[in-house]
């Protein structure tokens, strides 16, 4: 379901599309970097696709497959997560090697063995409650988000409730807002958090520190709301 505010002026002045990518996962990372990465600010640039992938056929005596490898570009430490089916995805940075991420696989072997059984054991909603849910999204998001539009004085040309698997929520060029339907199980101010992220994109098409200071104005509390995605957005998925 789409809801769309009659008679929005185009948002051209924008380029590109900015996604939440706050995590579905929990994840693990080396306390230390590899020796030629130089320190880079965490909200002053946004993360680049990773550059390769190396997927790993599972085998009976590997006990970690299915396992892939990422490089990436922008990532300043080994980093592992168990992905929604179990995969374990591992983050190599810049100036690391495959060698450094098996090592740091093998050190994590206990975590790994956790997440995936907690995976295994954490209940899921009924598809009728799935149901019931999307249609409440539907209703409550669009209305809320041209609420909080209206309080800061901006135009919000169109907004889609989606089923997206890795986004909280995106915003595009010329105003259209993408939310996923899983905000109606948050809390309501980590909901309204996502919500100001999106809108805020709409003065700052990127996450820079001048992004960044736009939220907090708007959103006080939004790195204690941040910590409660970290938290409990895995439990969403």
Same mark, same amino acid.
């Given at each position: 379901m789409v809801a769309s505010p009659a008679d929005f002026p185009a948002l051209s002045r924008y380029s590109g599309l900015v996604q939440l990518a706050l995590p579905f996962a929990?994840?693990?990372?080396?306390?230390?970097?590899? @020796?030629r990465v130089s320190p880079i600010a965490p909200t002053t640039v946004r993360p680049l696709a990773p550059t390769s992938v190396s997927p790993? @056929?599972? @085998?009976?005596?590997?006990?970690?497959?299915?396992?892939?490898?990422?490089? #990436?570009r922008r990532a300043r430490r080994y980093l592992l997560r168990v992905e929604h089916d179990g995969r374990l995805r591992? @983050?190599?940075?810049?100036?690391?090697?495959?060698?450094?991420? =098996?090592?740091?696989?093998?050190? #994590?072997? =206990?975590?790994?063995?956790?997440?995936?059984a907690r995976l295994q054991t954490?209940?899921?909603?009924?598809f009728e409650e799935r149901h019931t849910l999307r249609q409440r999204a539907r209703i409550e998001l669009p209305a809320r988000l041209l609420e909080l539009a209206a309080l800061h004085e901006l135009t919000?040309?169109?907004?889609?409730?989606?089923?997206?698997?890795?986004?909280?929520?995106?915003?595009?060029?010329?105003? #259209?807002?993408?939310?996923?339907?899983?905000?109606?199980?948050?809390?309501?101010?980590?909901? =309204?958090?996502?919500?100001v992220h999106e809108l805020m994109h709409l003065r700052r098409l990127d996450h820079s520190r001048a992004y960044w200071r736009l939220v907090a104005a708007a959103c006080p509390g939004y790195r204690e709301a941040r910590q409660w995605l970290r938290t409990n957005g895995p439990s969403l998925r």
């Open positions: 929990p994840t693990i990372e080396s306390s230390l970097a590899p @020796t790993i @056929t599972p @085998t009976p005596e590997d006990p970690l497959a299915p396992v892939y490898f990422v490089r #990436h591992v @983050t190599i940075p810049r100036g690391g090697s495959r060698r450094e991420a =098996d090592a740091f696989v093998a050190r #994590h072997l =206990d975590w790994v063995a956790r997440e995936r954490r209940s899921q909603l009924s919000v040309t169109r907004v889609s409730v989606r089923n997206q698997r890795t986004r909280w929520g995106s915003c595009g060029r010329d105003g #259209h807002i993408s939310l996923n339907w899983r905000l109606v199980l948050m809390p309501m101010a980590v909901r =309204d958090y996502v919500l």
